[in-house]
């Protein structure tokens, strides 16, 4: 069973270098978000085992928020490679059509720079590299 998930992964995934590099910026954070979102759930329930589903869903919004991405990103920049700072500039620079009303446009911003270089890296297959990256910030 296992051989065949990591079949149907990697079938997913077979994508080159050149064409995750022709991926929007917005694409890129589109799936970065759902891959952040599930390490956050991941690791909010591994250390809250006993809490109910709301409890859990306000926990992870302490991660998951604008405002946590774009405070979380600041605080990653200084283990950032350069590759990794220009991945997250191309998503900071991405033209957004409009933002949620809790945060400041600069917020959003900031958070979808983020959301773009996890989509970036889960896609280049350094997995281990978000986990790090996560280390960081809990």
Same mark, same amino acid.
């Given at each position: ?11 997913? #995934?077979?994508? !080159?270098? +050149? %064409? ?8 890129? *954070? ?17 250390i809250n085992r006993n809490l ?25 920049? #200084?283990?950032? !490679?350069? +590759? %990794? ?8 620079? *991405? ?44």
């Open positions: 069973m296992e051989n065949e998930y990591n079949n149907v992964l990697g079938k997913l #995934k077979n994508i !080159t270098v +050149e %064409e995750i590099d022709s991926l929007s910026p917005l694409q890129l *954070a589109y799936l970065g978000d759902a891959v952040y979102e599930l390490l956050v759930r991941t690791y909010i329930i591994n109910k589903v709301q409890e859990l869903h306000q926990k992870a919004t302490e991660f998951v928020s604008a405002k946590a991405q774009s405070d979380i990103i600041h605080k990653l920049e #200084k283990y950032l !490679t350069e +590759e %990794e700072m220009g991945i997250v500039k191309r998503g900071r620079n *991405a033209k957004i059509n409009s933002h949620p009303k809790n945060f400041s446009v600069l917020e959003y911003k900031y958070a979808t720079g983020f959301e773009t270089l996890i989509g970036y890296l889960y896609l280049k297959g350094q997995e281990d590299r978000i986990i790090q990256l996560f280390s960081f910030i809990v």
